[in-house]
């Protein structure tokens, strides 16, 4: 079992930033492929970017590319994405996911573990 718990959601101009951090306990940290998904109102969960074992790999949507930046520290079991340039599209609940299998899916049905998620809204 891995536990997943999120932080730093909340309301932002657009324009602005904000950094999500994702800690992470349980079984080995470094076992697993980190993820952050997302999940706007009406809208289905959709794959935001992901991060390999040792942090040397990167996925990203095109949507967020050039402004959302995803980091791990295996060191302190945490996941971070810092987003920049923020607009009111990104507004969604954002989820921290791990995946024990091959890297290379976006598909939240590949994600074995997920956090509660925590909100982002950006205003106009």
């Known amino acids: 079992q891995v536990q997943l718990v999120e932080s730093g959601g909340g309301l932002v101009q657009a324009g602005g930033s904000l950094r999500l951090s994702c800690a992470a306990s349980?079984?080995?940290?470094?076992?697993?492929?980190m993820a952050w998904f997302r999940q706007a109102p009406g809208k289905e969960r959709e794959f935001v970017a992901a991060?390999?074992?040792?942090?040397?790999?990167?996925d990203y949507t095109d949507s967020t590319k050039g402004r959302f930046t995803i980091s791990r520290d295996n060191a302190k079991n945490t996941v971070a994405l810092q987003m920049n340039s923020l607009k009111p599209e990104d507004t969604a609940v954002y989820y921290c996911?791990?995946?024990?299998?091959?890297?290379?899916?976006?598909?939240?049905?590949?994600?074995?573990?997920w956090g509660q998620g925590t909100q982002v809204t950006v205003s106009s």
């Open positions: 996911a791990a995946d024990s299998a091959a890297w290379g899916s976006r598909s939240q049905t590949q994600y074995d573990y």
């Open positions: 349980g079984r080995t940290f470094t076992r697993y492929i």
């Open positions: 991060i390999s074992l040792s942090g040397a790999y990167t």
